[in-house]
Every structure is written in structure tokens, then in C-alpha cells.
């Protein structure tokens, strides 16, 4: 016993020697080893950096805030989902959040804090119009023009807000949720008269931008979804056996009146921003002008005559329309014959180049003559869809 307790203290005594004789050497290692590790220190410290992506600590802690706003939206759905309260009653505290934060964007802004605004309207946004659509498509709590209205009321809001406060992303990110959302509405609900009022609703918000100058590009946005949807609206609607299954029906003096919505309020937005605030005609206004009234009165004269509808009434409304589009003009021609011989001769006191109203009333002649002259003749590429 006592001879393996001996062995065992010298392989101890053994062992910790050697752990000192390795410890010596390599603290030796080190000191040889360190002014070259020192140089290559010095030299990567020297060396070109590398590119990095840098993020304002604001804009991140401003994202971090928007994902806790989002995040209280899905309590609320957690809520009605769990059914711990009445899926209407969900539905009114989702949409009660949405606006909360849309009027903190316009108080933030009020303050100067401009990108805290823009993050609050976006938040707004993002909770509002998938909000809508979730209720109409998955709960069947709105119906589709119900569903429609509060489409365009939401746009309205946030679009009024940033408006008000100078949100151009906060415009942009409410005008492409709103557009998005209608389409889809439109597939979910297939209810063509619903979504054409609310598609018309936001083109009516971006013309009154429009018509105060501001974020003109908007207008095509608006434009292009809601001219998808009147051609679809009278191609389906115009087929002779009407409306294919699946879609919500419609009577055909409603379906073509609502067409001719397009061209009213494109062509009452040319003759604002031209005649009354003196703006010239833009290119937007030449091509949008033309196509609704094509889409409109082409439409309208379609869907009439496949069903066996009267077509007169378009060419009297066609004649009125370009009536009071030549009154407007000459109107205003009048009030402004004596202004060439001022002292700014040759411009407008607004600071744009006098237009020729002769090219207004030409352009007013172009906008209403396929109903006046011969819808047949206008439109028959359309009656053949």
C-alpha cells in the first residue's frame, strides 16, 4: 500500500514538472512571437476597409418601434382568432388601431419629427388595408361594397394626413396599399361595381393632389388599376349572356353609368389644372384623357348594345359634355384676352407659359367626338372583345 502511494506521488510530482517546462516555453514562444503579431495587427489596422452597410441608430430604433406597433395588430387578431372576443368586435379595435396611429402621424409631424410620422402613417397603413381584406375575404364580415367604402375612407385618411404634413413615402406606401388592396377585393369577392367606386375614389384623391401639385406620378398608379378595371368591367359585362359565374351581377344601365364616371372625372380634372389654375396640359392628362373616354362611352355603348339598350342617350350626354367643355374654355379665354399686354407678357401669373386655349378646346373636341360623331365607328374594336 505504501509503495503504490509512492508511485503515485512521484507521477504527480512527474506531471507538474512537466506542466511548468510547457508553461516556460511557451511564454518564450510568445515573446519571440509577439512584435510580428503586433505587425500584422498594425497592418490590418491599415489595411483599406472593408465596405459596410451603416443604418441610422434612429431609423433602427424607428423600425424596432413599428415591428411592437404591428405587433399589437396581431394580439388583436390573436384575440378573435382564440374567439376571446366577438369577431366584429376584433375587427373594430384592429381598424381603431390603425387610425390611433395614423392621427399620432400627423401629430408626430406637427412637432417636426417627420420620419416618426412617416413610420407611424406606414404602420397605419399596413394594418388598415390587409385588415380589410382579411374581414371581406376570410370573415365575411363586410360585405364587398361595404368592404369598398372603407377602402376608400381609409385612403382618404391617410392620404389627407399626408397631404397635410408633407409625406411623400407615407402618400406613395397608402396609394399602392389602397390599389393593392382593391385588386385584391376584386378577386376575392368578384363584385366588379364595388371595387370600380373605390378604385374611383382613390383616382378622385390623386387628381385633387394633382390639382394643389403635388406627387403628379401617383396619378398613373391610380390610372392604370382603374383602367384595367373598367375594360374588364365592359368586357365581361358586355358579352351578349353577360357577367361569366362567380361574378356579382349587375343591371346594365348600372354598369354602363358607372363607366362614364371615367371620363367625367378626367376630363373635370383637365379643365381644373388647365383652365382654373392655368397649368399646362401634361402628358398624363393627353393620354388619360383620351383612354377614358374611350373605356367610358365605348364601354357604356358595348354594354348596351349587347343587351339591346338604347345607345341615344350616349350621344346627348357626349354632345352636353362637350358643350359645357367648349363653355369652360371660351369662359375662360375671355378672362384672360387682356393679360398678354401686362408687364409679364407672354405668362401667367402663377409663372407657367400661357397656353393656347384653342389647343384646350381642340383637346375637348378629341375627348367627346367618338360619342358625338359615330360610337359604331369608334368603338368597334371593343364590340368585337
Keep these: 500500500m505504501a509503495d503504490g502511494l509512492g508511485e503515485l506521488q512521484s507521477a504527480v510530482l512527474e506531471l507538474a514538472t512537466e506542466m511548468r517546462r510547457l508553461e516556460a516555453r511557451v511564454r ?33 430604433a424607428l423600425l424596432g418601434r413599428t415591428l411592437l406597433v404591428l405587433a399589437g395588430a396581431y394580439v388583436a387578431r390573436a384575440l378573435t382568432d382564440g374567439r376571446l372576443v366577438p369577431a366584429g368586435t376584433g375587427v373594430v379595435m384592429g381598424l381603431a388601431y390603425a387610425v390611433f396611429w395614423q392621427l399620432q402621424a400627423d401629430r408626430a409631424a406637427s412637432r417636426g419629427r417627420r420620419e416618426s410620422a412617416v413610420f407611424h402613417a406606414l404602420a397605419g397603413s399596413l394594418i388598415a388595408f390587409p385588415l380589410l381584406w382579411e374581414t371581406t375575404a376570410r370573415l365575411g364580415l363586410l360585405g364587398p ?53 373605390a378604385l374611383l375614389a382613390v383616382a378622385f384623391g390623386l387628381e385633387w393632389l394633382a390639382y394643389r401639385d403635388r406627387w403628379l406620378p401617383l396619378r398613373w398608379w391610380g390610372a392604370a388599376v382603374l383602367d384595367f378595371v373598367a375594360f374588364l368591367l365592359a368586357a365581361l359585362l358586355g358579352r351578349p349572356q353577360g357577367l361569366p359565374h362567380g361574378y356579382v351581377p349587375i343591371p346594365v344601365p348600372i354598369g354602363a353609368g358607372v363607366l362614364l364616371a371615367l371620363p367625367a372625372l378626367y376630363v373635370a380634372s383637365l379643365a381644373a389644372r388647365t383652365l382654373r389654375r392655368e397649368r399646362p396640359v401634361t402628358l398624363f392628362e393627353a393620354a388619360q384623357g383620351t383612354l377614358a373616354t374611350l373605356l367610358g ?3 357604356a355603348f358595348r354594354i348596351l348594345s349587347a343587351h339591346g339598350g338604347s ?41 407657367y407659359p400661357r397656353r393656347n386655349h384653342g389647343d384646350l378646346r381642340i383637346s375637348c373636341a378629341q375627348y367627346t367626338s367618338a360619342g358625338i360623331l359615330s360610337p359604331q365607328k369608334a368603338f368597334s374594336s371593343a364590340a368585337r372583345l
Excluded: H, W
Excluded at 323 to 349: D, I, S
Design 28 to 60: 518564450a514562444l510568445e515573446g519571440r512571437g509577439a512584435p510580428a503579431a503586433t505587425r500584422a495587427a498594425a497592418d490590418v489596422r491599415t489595411g483599406p476597409a472593408l465596405p459596410g452597410i451603416a443604418m441610422p441608430q434612429g431609423t433602427v
Design 297 to 299: 362611352f365605348g364601354g
Design 311 to 351: 345607345t341615344a342617350g350616349l350621344g346627348v350626354l357626349a354632345l352636353l359634355f362637350g358643350t359645357l367643355c367648349y363653355g369652360a374654355a371660351f369662359a375662360f379665354a375671355e378672362r384672360r384676352a387682356g393679360q398678354g399686354r401686362k408687364k409679364n407678357k407672354g405668362r401667367n401669373r402663377s409663372g
Design 145 to 197: 361594397r361595404a368592404a369598398g367604402a372603407a377602402l376608400a375612407g381609409t385612403f382618404a385618411l391617410g392620404l389627407a394626413i399626408a397631404a397635410r404634413r408633407g409625406l411623400t413615402v407615407a402618400a406613395a406606401a397608402t396609394t399602392g396599399l389602397a390599389l393593392a388592396t382593391a385588386v385584391a377585393l376584386l378577386v376575392a369577392t368578384r363584385d366588379l361595381v364595388a371595387v370600380f367606386l
